[in-house]
């Protein structure tokens, strides 16, 4: 048995020292190289001193933790609601895991659908039941009761990833000058998403990251909704943008899993902009079927090309 070390991973200097791992020195962070002339993905380690098995996690014990990606500008500049003002229905996206993490979670003959994985920034909003309990500011609850009283159920949320945003303080104004609420505004998202509903995608182009699709502004598509907690399958996820009339991230196949499925819609050219790489796909149930493993049958598969590349940014 050896420790396998995926990228993305943050080794500790003692262990750099100890296998001469110059090429860490920079933040000991382990990604992607070519090494004489091969792609090299992660590390391959010493099992430690104990009694292991195949798949036990012994990052601490190596003090081994995972990369997380820095905060851009663009969260700086936005208005973040206090914790206390959450809307807890606001669920955040699933955390997609890499394929070469989780072998045989897909099989032949599985229906899947695979689309093209945008670097951008994600982004999320949903139109959701107001809530009130007694955490929240007096002020907040007082306000939450009013509109209850005058028949407002549901409330606009929108956010990234991670946090819930606000507008600027004018009553006539729903969302900030950040780019996730531009792209409420420019979508009219606030009139828009129906009740009980999420909606996700992706804000991508001048400024996010460093790949721009050829834009000289932002724009976003829709990678997934969410109704009253649960995931939309993909014929209804389809049906749902057409009738809100809003962009979907680029469909690259929709049939059955093969062995060679990743070989082929992993790399190349975007769809978006043919000048510009793929950062690589996502593949995900046709369904929205369950995984023992995992949860929910969703990986990624990153292009070499993409993880190569000089200059590149990964902010949150």
Request: charged letters at 30%.
């Given at each position: 048995l050896v420790v396998f070390v995926p990228p993305d991973s943050i080794i500790p200097e003692s262990i750099i020292e100890k296998y001469n791992l110059t090429y860490l020195k920079n933040g000991g962070r382990v990604g992607t190289t070519k090494l004489r002339g091969f792609i090299s993905q992660g590390l391959i380690l010493d099992l430690p001193e104990g009694k292991f098995k195949v798949g036990d996690d012994v990052s601490k014990i190596?003090?081994?933790?995972?990369?997380?990606?820095?905060?851009?500008?663009?969260?700086?500049?936005?208005?973040?609601?206090?914790?206390?003002?959450?809307?807890?229905?606001?669920?955040?996206?699933?955390?997609?895991?890499?394929?070469?993490?989780?072998?045989?979670?897909?099989?032949?003959?599985?229906?899947?659908?695979?689309?093209?994985?945008?670097?951008?920034?994600?982004w999320r909003a949903g139109n959701l039941p107001i809530v009130i309990d007694k955490t929240q500011p007096f002020i907040y609850r007082l306000k939450a009761k009013i509109k209850k009283l005058l028949g407002e159920t549901h409330q606009f949320v929108y956010g990234s990833h991670n946090v819930q945003l606000h507008g600027k303080n004018k009553s006539n104004n729903y969302y900030g000058e950040d780019i996730w609420g531009?792209?409420?505004?420019?979508?009219?998202?606030?009139?828009?998403?129906?009740?009980?509903?999420?909606?996700?995608?992706?804000?991508?182009?001048?400024g996010v990251q460093d790949l721009t699709y050829g834009l000289d502004d932002i724009d976003f598509m829709v990678f997934d909704v969410k109704y009253k907690g649960k995931y939309l399958g993909w014929n209804d996820l389809k049906t749902f943008c057409e009738e809100y009339d809003l962009p979907m991230v680029p469909v690259l196949y929709v049939g059955k899993f093969e062995e060679d499925t990743l070989e082929k819609y992993t790399s190349g050219k975007s769809?978006?902009?043919?000048?510009?790489?793929?950062?690589?796909?996502?593949?995900?149930?046709?369904?929205?079927?369950?995984?023992?493993?995992?949860?929910?049958?969703?990986?990624?598969?990153?292009?070499?090309?993409?993880?190569?590349?000089?200059?590149?940014?990964?902010?949150?």
């Open positions: 190596l003090g081994i933790t995972k990369w997380e990606p820095p905060v851009s500008q663009n969260h700086q500049q936005a208005n973040v609601i206090s914790k206390k003002k959450l809307n807890p229905y606001f669920d955040k996206y699933t955390e997609i895991e890499n394929i070469k993490n989780y072998k045989n979670i897909f099989e032949p003959g599985d229906m899947v659908v695979v689309t093209e994985k945008i670097h951008g920034s994600n531009k792209i409420c505004a420019k979508y009219d998202m606030v009139n828009k998403i129906p009740k009980d509903y999420i909606v996700y995608g992706e804000v991508y182009g001048k769809t978006i902009c043919p000048k510009q790489i793929r950062e690589g796909c996502v593949i995900k149930d046709f369904n929205e079927e369950q995984h023992k493993r995992i949860g929910r049958k969703i990986l990624k598969s990153i292009s070499s090309d993409y993880l190569l590349r000089k200059n590149g940014t990964e902010f949150k």
